[in-house]
C-alpha cells in the first residue's frame, strides 16, 4: 500500500471537552498543558464536567492557518456541550466531526454540540459498522446490556453529511487522517469478549470493527495519533497509523485504551512495554484507560506521561 501524503503542520492543539476526570485546582500548566480555569469576571464560579464519556476540539494549524474538527461527543447528552460553553469554545469553527466508534460514551452529545456548530452540513467522517444494531454486552443468555440505537437518521437530523468509509480518508485539506478500520495483528489485543451484535439474523461476536483513530503529522517531531477507545487494541492502531503514513516517528499518543477491569490489566505490562519500544515524545492516556494503566503508565515513563483531564488543551509544536 502507497502510504498517504499526510500534510505536515505546525502545530496540533488537543482540547478535551470530556473525560473522565478533572481537578480544577491542579496549577500544572506549562508549554504543553494548559488546566481549564473555574474563573469568571473575577470569581470563582466556573464548572468543568466529568464523565465516562470522551470528545476533543482538534486544531490544526499550518502556515498561520488553522483548521478544526470535532472528535466524538461525549456521553451524556449535555455533557460535553456545557464544557464546550463554559470553556468559551467558538463550535462554529468546527469543519468537519469524526466518530471514533458508535459505543454510547461517545456519541451520546451528538445534538447538543452539532446545533452549537449550527447545523450547516458539516461532513461527519464514520465507520460503517457505527450504525450496526443491536450491539450488547453478553454476560449470560438471560443478561444482556444493549447499547442505544445510533442511526443514520439521527445524524441527518442533528444537520450533519455522513460519509462513510473502512478506508484511510483524509481531512482538513489533508492535515488530518481519519485512519479507517484497524487491522488486528497484535498477539496479546483481544478485544471484548462479551462484546456481541446481531447481523443478519444471526448473533456473533463484535471485534468492533468501526473503532477508528484520527492521526496528525507534526513537522520534524512525529505523528499525533488521537484514540477513543481503542478496541482495535492501541498498539495495533498506532502500527497501522505508521503503515499507513510511512512515518515510523511517534510524538504524541493519547487517548482511550481500554485496559480498565480485569479483563483488560492483565496486558497492562505489555501495553507499557510496547509504548516503551515505540518511545514517544508524550503519552496521554484518557476515558477508559483505567486507574492501574494510568498508574503505570506514569511510573514507567515519567518523563513522557500527561495526566489529561475534561478542559485540557494540549499544545504540540
Not at 467522517?125 to 450496526?132: K, N
Not at 442505544?148 to 441527518?156: K, L, S
Request: aromatic share 8%; proline share 4%.
Amino acid at each position: 500500500m502507497a502510504p498517504v501524503l499526510l500534510n505536515t503542520v505546525d502545530k496540533v492543539e488537543i482540547l478535551t471537552l470530556q473525560d473522565n476526570y478533572i481537578d480544577i485546582t491542579a496549577m500544572d500548566n506549562n508549554a504543553v498543558v494548559t488546566r481549564a480555569m473555574p474563573i469568571k469576571d473575577g470569581q470563582i464560579k466556573v464548572s468543568i464536567g466529568a464523565e465516562h464519556g470522551f470528545s476533543a476540539i482538534v486544531k490544526t494549524t499550518s502556515c498561520d492557518q488553522t483548521r478544526t474538527l470535532l472528535f466524538d461527543f461525549g456521553f451524556s447528552a449535555d455533557g460535553a456541550a456545557r464544557n464546550a460553553a463554559a470553556l468559551n469554545v467558538d463550535m462554529t469553527q468546527v469543519e468537519a466531526a469524526v466518530l471514533s466508534h458508535g459505543h454510547s460514551d461517545h456519541t451520546g452529545g451528538l445534538e447538543k454540540l452539532a446545533a452549537m456548530i449550527g447545523g450547516k452540513d458539516v461532513p461527519f467522517i464514520v465507520h460503517p459498522g457505527v450504525f450496526q444494531s443491536p450491539r450488547y454486552m453478553k454476560f449470560s443468555e438471560e443478561f444482556k446490556i444493549y447499547m442505544p440505537e445510533f442511526t443514520r437518521e439521527m445524524v441527518a437530523q442533528a444537520g450533519m453529511k455522513v460519509t462513510e468509509t473502512k478506508e484511510p480518508f483524509l481531512l482538513l485539506g489533508g492535515n488530518c487522517l481519519f485512519l479507517g478500520e484497524v487491522p488486528k495483528r497484535s498477539d496479546f489485543e483481544k478485544g471484548i469478549p462479551m462484546a456481541h451484535l446481531v447481523e443478519d439474523g444471526v448473533e456473533k461476536w463484535d471485534a468492533i470493527a468501526d473503532d477508528t483513530s484520527i492521526v496528525m503529522n507534526l513537522k520534524e517531531k512525529g505523528l499525533v495519533i488521537l484514540s477513543g477507545c481503542a478496541h482495535a487494541g492501541i498498539i495495533n492502531t498506532v502500527s497501522y497509523a505508521r503503515e499507513v503514513t510511512g512515518i515510523d516517528k511517534v510524538h504524541a499518543i493519547m487517548g482511550g485504551f481500554h485496559l480498565s477491569g480485569p479483563l483488560f490489566e492483565p496486558i497492562v505490562d505489555r501495553t507499557t512495554a510496547e509504548f516503551k519500544k515505540l518511545a514517544p515524545r508524550y503519552v496521554i492516556p484518557v476515558h477508559c484507560t483505567g486507574r492501574k494503566a494510568i498508574m503505570q503508565m506514569e511510573k514507567e515513563m515519567p518523563e513522557q506521561f500527561i495526566l489529561n483531564m475534561s478542559g485540557t488543551k494540549l499544545t504540540f509544536v
